[in-house]
């Protein structure tokens, strides 16, 4: 289905956010495992990161854009995959890391010992490391300061996140250029969508902090009509934690992301529930309108990252964590919990089932996590690890899975049932 029929197919996704090794070990796993997800009731899957990586942040410093981690397999045993999905009905969406590289990137690995490389400026460089100075520190826990000294060319390069990824210049049309020819190539491979990671950072001017500029959104209207030229029926989707007022703001007039992570929802979600207020859910989804037609809000309860507390109130925040949390045991920053729901809940079936009810009856696409439609709760990590969502991250389990599809009355059947809309 495209954008020109009634209802374009991104509306009523249902998409299952997978890391391909922890659920399956590697692609041909992943194709192998399509039946499971049919199943459950899924319509589209998101791939997080499969790309070649150093691994430093967790699969978000790519070092190659057109490749296959090894061992997930090779590009053949992607485009196998991706077939195979689509025969059962199900799309495909990647990841697309757009704010930054890794530092071994080959662009970088160049440009790093060298000051005349043509492709120097394909990142920001500076020979104080003084410049953008508003700009927010996402990871202040790991680096004093978001320039980053590059002993061979003596001066600095600038990273928001990790510093060893380091930040592309979309300024420079020939970055937009390399990138977008990128994303042709996923797309010709059968790729039905992207997810623009860290979407409100792309785009550095100095005096500003440099997070949802106006000109972040001309050039995802750059990038939106750039995919609309090859394919019509490709759909963005756009990573923004703000409040619902900013977050629409990427929609643009249905010329920017198709759909947008509606980081709010968990939260109201949460609250509803601890508070056993179902019914203030309502107000907040009286919010949720006023989009485009051609656009939806991407739902979910928790995804890869820490449930963010950003959007809610430093009351309703305190009241989350010390419901959840009280041990602050899975703090991320100072504004995020890393917890599955079966962690939060402590394995209370019902609240977990309540949850998905009150997800699916906010308007707008969804997303299941991997594992939380079988109860996965947090795995142990090192207590010395700073990155508490890799907590969130565990090897899926298929022997829980296997005995709770042959049960009527477990947490997967529960959840099945509420994604194809039927009575629990």
């Known amino acids: 289905m495209t954008p020109s029929s009634t209802k374009p197919w991104w509306k009523s996704a249902i998409i299952y956010e997978v890391y391909v090794d922890k659920f399956a070990d590697n692609f041909n796993g992943l194709t192998q495992k399509l039946d499971y997800l049919k199943l459950l009731g899924i319509n589209c899957i998101h791939v997080l990161p499969h790309y070649p990586s150093p691994m430093i942040d967790d699969r978000y410093d790519i070092s190659d854009y057109t490749g296959i981690r090894q061992e997930l397999g090779t590009l053949e045993d992607f485009k196998i995959f991706a077939k195979s999905a689509h025969d059962l009905g199900i799309k495909v969406i990647v990841d697309f890391v757009l704010n930054h590289t890794s530092t071994q990137h080959l662009w970088f690995v160049e440009v790093s010992s060298s000051t005349t490389n043509n492709k120097r400026d394909y990142y920001f460089w500076s020979k104080t490391g003084t410049e953008l100075k508003k700009a927010r520190n996402v990871f202040s826990n790991l680096k004093p300061s978001n320039w980053i000294y590059n002993k061979a060319t003596d001066d600095y390069f600038f990273s928001t996140f990790y510093p060893k990824q380091a930040d592309l210049n979309w300024d420079n049309q020939e970055v937009f250029d390399e990138m977008t020819k990128i994303m042709d190539f996923w797309m010709d491979i059968g790729v039905d969508g992207f997810r623009l990671d860290a979407a409100s950072h792309i785009v550095k001017k100095e005096g500003t902090g440099s997070e949802d500029l106006p000109e972040t959104h001309v050039l995802v209207k750059k990038i939106r009509a750039h995919i609309e030229k090859k394919r019509d029926d490709v759909v963005l989707v756009a990573e923004v934690n703000e409040s619902i007022e900013k977050t629409k703001e990427y929609f643009g007039n249905g010329d920017e992301c198709h759909l947008i992570y509606n980081f709010p929802v968990a939260g109201q979600v949460f609250l509803a529930l601890i508070n056993n207020k179902p019914k203030n859910l309502d107000q907040f989804i009286k919010t949720l309108k006023d989009i485009p037609k051609n656009c939806s809000w991407l739902n979910f309860l928790r995804h890869h990252d820490e449930m963010s507390l950003k959007t809610v109130s430093e009351k309703e925040r305190e009241k989350l964590l010390q419901y959840f949390d009280p041990e ?50 947090n795995i142990e990590i090192p207590a010395e690890e700073k990155d508490t969502r890799k907590a969130l991250r565990g090897k899926f389990d298929w022997d829980s899975a296997n ?22």
Do not use: C, P
């Open 328 to 377: 602050r045991k899975h703090l991320f920053g100072t504004k995020g919990i890393s917890m599955r729901i079966t962690t939060m809940f402590k394995q209370n079936k019902e609240k977990i089932i309540e949850s998905f009810k009150l997800l699916f009856s906010v308007l707008g696409a969804k997303v299941v996590y991997y594992g939380d439609e079988i109860g996965m709760e």
């Open 403 to 424: 005995k709770q599809i042959l049960d009527s009355e477990s947490l997967f059947m529960s959840i099945s049932n509420i994604i194809k809309n039927k009575k629990v």
